[in-house]
C-alpha cells in the first residue's frame, strides 16, 4: 500500500513521496507493521544523498597514495620454487598428455627400471658382440658359456651404474646434499672423466698388453666408453674424443 498523505514532523508538512525512507522494523515482528509507532521513517531531501556521495567518492580519492609495487622476490623458497626444483610442472603435463590420450600412466620409479633395463640389455648385447669379435680376431676358439657368463657380470654393473647416472625427471638429484643447478654440471663431469679415462685406457691395453687382458678388459670397457659419449653433451663428446686422438698421437700408435 503506498502512502500518499503528508507526515507531520515537528510541526512541519513533509511529503513522504519526495524523500528518501529507510524502514526499520522491530526484529521481534514476524511482518511489517502498519502503524508508526514501531517504525522509523528517515527523510532526506534527494539531493543531499547525492551530495553525500560525491563528497565520500572524492575523499577516498585523495586519501589514496600511489606508490610502485614491491618488485623484490620472495626471501624463502616459495612453493613454486619447490615444484620447480622437482619438475613436478614437467611430470604433471606429461601425465595430463598420457591421461589425454589414453595411455597407461606408470610410476616414475617403474618408468625408471623400465628405461633402465631397455639401455642396460642394450649395452649388454654391444659387450657380447665386443667380446665375439675379440675372441674372433685373436683367432680362438669362441667359448660361447664363457661369453654368456662375462656378459652376465658386466649387465649387472650396468644396471647400477646406469639407474644411478643416468638422468631421470623422478630423480633430478642423484647426488645428495648439492644443490640442484650444479647437478647437471657435475654429471657431465663425471661422465667426461669416463669417457677420457676409458678411451685413455683402451688405447693403451690394445697396443701394450697381450691377449688375454685384451680379451677381459676391452669390451666392457668400451662399452663404457660409449656410453659415456652418448651421454656427454656434443661439445664435451667432441673433446674426449680428441684427448683420446691427442693421447695416441703422442704415444705413436696408430692402426695396423
Known amino acids: 500500500m503506498e502512502i500518499r498523505r503528508l507526515v507531520s514532523r515537528g510541526g512541519k508538512s513533509i511529503d513522504l513521496s519526495k ?12 511482518r511489517t507493521l502498519k ?18 556521495a560525491r563528497q565520500r567518492k572524492e575523499k577516498s580519492a585523495k586519501d589514496i597514495k600511489y ?9 624463502k623458497e616459495t612453493l613454486l620454487d619447490f615444484a620447480k626444483q622437482r619438475d613436478l610442472f614437467a611430470e604433471a603435463d606429461r601425465r595430463q598428455r598420457q591421461v589425454d590420450n589414453n595411455e597407461p600412466v606408470l610410476p616414475p620409479r ?19 658382440t665386443f667380446d665375439t669379435l675379440v675372441q674372433r680376431q685373436y683367432g680362438i676358439e669362441v667359448l660361447w658359456i664363457q661369453i654368456v657368463q662375462r656378459t652376465l657380470v658386466a649387465w649387472l654393473v650396468f644396471v647400477l651404474l646406469f639407474y644411478v647416472l ?38 693403451y691395453i ?25 651421454e656427454l653433451d656434443l661439445l664435451w663428446a667432441f673433446v674426449s674424443l680428441l684427448i683420446a686422438v691427442g693421447y695416441a698421437w703422442m704415444h705413436g700408435y696408430g692402426f695396423k
Open 166 to 203: 643416468h638422468p631421470h625427471y623422478s630423480a633430478p638429484t642423484f647426488v645428495p646434499f648439492v644443490p640442484r643447478q650444479y647437478q647437471e654440471p657435475l654429471r657431465q663431469l663425471i661422465f667426461f672423466t669416463m669417457s677420457v679415462s676409458a678411451g685413455r685406457h683402451i688405447i
Open 35 to 52: 502503524s508508526f509507532t514501531s517504525t522509523i521513517i528517515l527523510c532526506l531531501p534527494p539531493t543531499s544523498t547525492k551530495t553525500m
Open 19 to 30: 524523500c528518501t525512507c529507510l524502514e526499520l522494523t522491530s526484529p521481534t515482528s514476524s
Open 110 to 128: 617403474a618408468e625408471r627400471i623400465l628405461e633402465t633395463l631397455l639401455w642396460t640389455v642394450s649395452m649388454a648385447m654391444i659387450h657380447f
Open 206 to 230: 690394445t697396443n701394450e698388453y697381450g691377449y688375454l687382458a685384451v680379451l677381459k678388459q676391452a669390451p666392457p670397457v668400451g662399452c663404457l666408453w660409449l656410453w659415456a659419449i652418448i
Open 67 to 75: 606508490a610502485h609495487p614491491d618488485r623484490s622476490g620472495p626471501s
